[in-house]
């Protein structure tokens, strides 16, 4: 989880895969038998000040890692004697619900509820599908939204309703597009029933930076689409015009002319038959 939601490098100088083992062994240690702190920077060239940075940056990520999985086994130890109907109801999605409590704070709750459904969908199909993401970091994102699925939806409605334009009513005299920006992200926690503050801030990042590479994919085979139609209309053009000119005087002259010595050719054959 933590280098899925925070990418290698993220928390500046130092931050490195073999540093964040550190880190991870120090978090799982604390409790019981930390380190030194000076022994574990030293072994990946920081500075004893460096490398608390670190562990402090990312112990927010480690914290809520370890929270949500406490509340899934919690969740399984009660669910244990659940029938089907019940699991598959557990995973449905939460963004009907969250549309209705945040209703009278936007503009179009229902329409940035089915725009954020189709956001969260498009980001699955654009993480099985492209080939920018090695597929380990694939099987992790998807996992993480599996896993989290309440607070990747509830980012979802958040980037639908700030970076989605509503035209005023068409009576306003001022008829002009605007965003729902009084829409701030405790709204959206407190609306949510299961999303932590911590776990939102540092899933929102991540869906707004799909969001914008989604949205260049989809402008740049717009854009060849354009292209290649653009290219291909000449030639259709040409070919309706050669179809409808009429032949010239010459043209006819000749074609008046083979069929004339075809008839001849005809003549001839069938006398010295």
């Known amino acids: 989880v933590l280098n899925i939601r925070a990418r290698v490098k993220q928390f500046g100088k130092g931050d490195s895969i073999e540093s964040r083992k550190l880190v991870l062994l120090q ?4 409790a019981t038998a930390p380190l030194e702190t000076k022994m574990l920077a030293s072994a990946v060239g920081l500075k004893p000040a460096a490398f608390d940075t670190l562990c402090n940056k990312a112990s927010h990520y480690i914290d809520v890692s370890s929270f949500n999985s406490k509340k899934r086994k919690a969740r399984s130890s009660l669910q244990t004697n659940t029938d089907a109907t019940t699991r598959a109801a557990a995973v449905q999605s939460t963004i009907p619900a969250l549309s209705i409590r945040l209703g009278a704070q936007v503009h179009d709750s229902h329409g940035y509820a089915r725009r954020a459904q189709q956001l969260f969908s498009d980001m699955e199909r654009y993480i ?11 099987r992790g994102y998807l996992q993480d939204m599996q896993r989290s699925r309440a607070t990747y939806e509830a980012a979802c409605f958040y980037v639908t309703a700030r970076g989605t334009r509503t035209k005023k009513s068409r009576n306003s005299s001022d008829s ?28 929102l990042p991540m869906v707004q930076e799909f969001a914008m590479e989604m949205e260049k994919d989809q402008k740049k085979v717009a854009a060849a689409t354009a292209s290649t139609r653009k290219s291909a209309a000449p030639t259709t053009k040409r070919k309706r015009a050669e179809a409808s000119r009429k032949p010239t005087r010459q043209e006819e002259s000749s074609s008046i002319d083979g069929a004339a010595q075809a008839l001849l050719e005809s003549v001839e054959s069938a006398a010295n038959g």
Do not use: Y
């Open 176 to 203: 002009v597009e605007q965003e729902d920006m009084q829409l701030s992200i405790q709204d959206v926690i407190h609306a949510s029933t299961s999303v932590s503050a911590l776990d939102f801030k540092g899933i």
């Open 27 to 30: 978090h799982n240690l604390k």
């Open 128 to 138: 099985t599908t492209t080939s920018t993401i090695s597929s380990p970091r694939k």
